[in-house]
């Protein structure tokens, strides 16, 4: 029997056993019920001391333009649970009452926000309460697609965080387990379907074009073949993994390296 609904699970890894790790990586993982599965891994190399939080319907929020003028506006129409961080009272991650999900990870040397153009003060809205602004307003991923291009995420800086300014993306999901993935490079938005799995930099269309490079690898180990009478196996277990990638970091290793798997070098 399917059941309704989506589940969101957060993975935090201690930064003692990743001291210099970046690598997030956010997942879907759909069971055979049809329950769906939205996941993420927390590998940021400093504690973000977050918090559990609820934010209800009807919360009035009202955001600052770069100009310090009135910025967006707006209503919950729905209420939420939510991650902050660092001691800042925002939505990071969370999860909507109607099921939709929000997930932000970083994207170092690639992420650029928008410019607020002259007269558009309105729909000016600061990027760390763009995970607020999704949550508290939509139901599901069409929704999130005809919102997103009439609000012009920008960087504005947070004084209690040294006017650091984090470069992140973000993946949304809906109860269905349908998803996207929202990035702003370049001062321009850019949306992409989830295909089910996103980690960090490079950019999410660099990802989905590297997967060609790998279509070779399967999570079985290849059949035997027969050459001149001879039957030839897999010595081991995962050879339908021979030359996946498997260092730490988003992008796959170099072509430089050896195309066996680390463990198996001489």
Known sequence: MRKAGIFLIFVLLSPALTPSSFACTDFRVTAKDGTVLITRSLE????????LRSSPRGRLFKTESPDAKAGLSWKAKYGYLFLDGMGVDVAIDGMNEAGLSIEALYLPNFAEYQQVPAGSNSHALPYLNFGDWILSNFANIDEVRKALPTVYVYAAKVPSLGDMIFPL???IFDSTGKGIVVEY????LHVYDHLGIMTNSPTYDWHLNNLSNYLHLAPVNPPSIVANG???????????????PG??????ASSASPPWPMWLSP
């Open 169 to 171: 993306h973000y993946a």
């Open 230 to 244: 001879i039957t030839f196996g897999s010595n081991g277990q995962g050879f339908g993994m021979l030359g996946l």
């Open 185 to 188: 490079v370049a001062g321009k």
């Open 44 to 51: 940021y190399a400093a504690d973000l001391n977050s918090n």
């Open 247 to 252: 260092d730490v970091s988003p992008p796959p």
